[in-house]
């Protein structure tokens, strides 16, 4: 049996959340967290936001510091995880 199978039931007081106006953008503070984490890859990012790995170094760029910057680019370039498996 999958979990799909699971015929899951909510309690009667269950409330779903309203949908966010944004739509569930992500912010570029999200974006920066998300590129730091070396947990997750580019292809992760890509899928939730749209952006490219280019585009995630733009923006690190422009909103780090250049020391910050250059030490993030130094520990993710050729990192495994921040790429596809």
Not at 22 to 33: N, Q
Not at 52 to 69: D, L, N, T, W, Y
């Amino acid at each position: 049996m999958s979990h799909h199978d699971i015929d899951r039931k909510f309690p009667d007081d269950f409330i779903p959340a309203t949908p966010r106006p944004d739509k569930g953008t992500l912010t570029t503070s999200e974006i920066v967290a998300m590129a730091w984490d070396d947990e997750t890859s580019f292809d992760n990012i890509l899928a939730q936001s749209g952006l490219s790995e280019g585009e995630v170094i733009k923006i690190m760029r422009a909103h780090m510091k250049p020391s910050s910057f250059r030490m993030w680019r130094k520990r993710v370039s050729g990192r495994a995880s921040k790429h596809a498996r």
